[in-house]
Structures are given as structure tokens and as C-alpha cells.
């Protein structure tokens, strides 16, 4: 079975700095690979995913992350943040590729904090 | 095109006591979920249906969690009786079999067992 690992359940930045939140599969490839942000009292939005077609991708509000088979990682970047990005952000595995919808397995959420 | 919608967004309710939370999906999407998500963690699928029928279950607790969706639209989910870990967020998304890869997400029921 699919796992996903977030490394750090926090992390702050200054506004206008790097963003990175890093997000790292087991060790079988998965067919699909996806970033989520999760404001406060509301559903998840998709912010990109990974569908094989390209090794970075890019997604919503300046977000873009690069798959690394090698370090079976999926890290997402921005590279200046804004107040507007403080959230919750999900890194999702999809189990396997079924026509019908795959279960997704999620990490454990990074709190994304904004400085000003 | 409107989202996935859930009610009620909030609810309290009383150890043993059941609960019934309710799903409309993005009109025309065949595959429905539900996930469970715990204060600090990431969600957690209890169970996937597509059109009426169920696909995955593995990680419902049958002994109190039930879930259905009549009519392959909307789905209920019900907790009887209810356990203080039930406290959660109960998350619905739904997919379409033109892109099933990617699920949307209603706003989430919020239930709080005391």
C-alpha cells in the first residue's frame, strides 16, 4: 500500500520568500500525484497534480511542484509567498489507477505560516 | 458549475447518540466518496461508491458507520452510536469518469462527540 511522508507539520516563511513543502511516496511509483490546500473551515482545493505527461508541474496561484523518481519525492514551490498562501497543504498518492476513481492516501499536512 | 455540497456544517451531539451527515456530488460525477479526517492528520477514505454501488469499504467501521447512495446522486453517511473518536471532519468529494483521477471536495461536515 501507498504511503506519503510531509516532513515538518510547520513551516514559516517571510512574505515574498521560498516556499517549500516537501512531500516524499513509498517506494512504488504511484499513477498520480497531487497537492491540496486546505483554508481554515473548508474543503480541499486542488492546487496540481502529477499525471506522468511532465516531471514538474505546474498549478494554481503560482504553485508548482517537480516529481523525482529517483528520490521518489513530490516537493511543492513557490517562489515568493504571500499572506493569502498561510493554509494547510495535503500531499495525496492515488493506491492505483482504476477507470472508475482511485482511493487517495494523504499525508499528514504541513501548516503553511506567512510572515509579514 | 456548482460544487460538491454538505450538511449540515457543524454538529454536536452526545457519546452514543447517532448522527447522519448528507452529500450532493458535482452533477454528473459517477464516483463518490467519503473521508474521515482527524484533527492533525490527513484525511482518510471510509468508502467509495460508484454510481450506487460500493467499491471500496475496507475501512469503514461496519459496526457503527453505514453509509448509502440511493439513486447514484446524492449519499448519506450515518454514525450509530456515535464514540468520542468519531470526532472529525467528514469530508465528501466526488470524481467523474472522464478525468477519475481528480477528486473535489465539499466543505467538510464538522462533528464534535462529547
Known amino acids: 500500500a501507498q504511503s506519503v511522508t510531509q516532513l515538518g507539520s510547520h513551516v514559516s516563511v517571510s512574505e515574498g520568500a521560498l516556499v517549500l513543502l516537501r512531500c516524499n511516496y513509498s517506494s512504488s511509483v504511484p499513477p498520480y500525484l497531487f497537492w491540496y490546500v486546505q483554508y481554515p473551515n473548508q474543503g480541499l482545493q486542488l492546487l496540481l497534480k502529477y499525471t506522468s505527461a511532465a516531471t514538474l508541474v505546474k498549478g494554481i496561484n503560482g504553485f508548482e511542484a517537480e516529481f523525482k523518481k529517483s528520490e521518489t519525492s513530490f516537493h511543492l514551490t513557490k517562489p515568493s509567498a504571500h499572506m493569502s498562501d498561510a493554509a494547510e497543504y495535503f500531499c495525496?498518492?492515488?493506491?492505483?489507477?482504476?477507470?472508475?476513481?482511485?482511493?487517495?492516501?494523504f499525508g499528514a499536512g504541513t501548516i503553511l505560516r506567512v510572515k509579514s | 458549475e456548482a460544487g460538491v455540497a454538505q450538511s449540515p456544517r457543524y454538529k454536536i451531539i452526545e457519546k452514543r447518540q447517532s448522527v447522519a451527515f448528507w452529500c450532493n456530488p458535482i452533477?454528473?460525477?459517477?464516483?463518490l466518496y467519503w473521508y474521515q479526517q482527524i484533527l492533525g492528520q490527513g484525511p482518510k477514505l471510509l468508502i467509495q461508491?460508484?454510481?450506487?454501488?460500493?467499491?471500496?469499504d475496507s475501512q469503514l467501521p461496519k459496526d457503527r458507520f453505514s453509509a448509502e447512495r440511493l439513486k447514484g446522486v446524492d449519499s448519506t453517511l450515518k454514525i450509530q452510536p456515535a464514540k468520542l473518536e468519531d470526532s472529525a471532519v467528514y469530508l465528501c468529494?466526488?470524481?467523474?469518469?472522464?478525468?477519475?483521477?481528480?477528486?473535489?471536495f465539499g466543505p467538510g461536515t464538522r462533528l464534535l462527540v462529547l
Open positions: 461508491f460508484q454510481n450506487n454501488g460500493v467499491v471500496d
Open positions: 495525496a498518492v492515488s493506491e492505483e489507477f482504476q477507470e472508475y476513481g482511485n482511493k487517495l492516501v
Open positions: 468529494a466526488s470524481s467523474s469518469l472522464r478525468s477519475p483521477e481528480t477528486q473535489y
Open positions: 452533477s454528473g460525477h459517477a464516483t
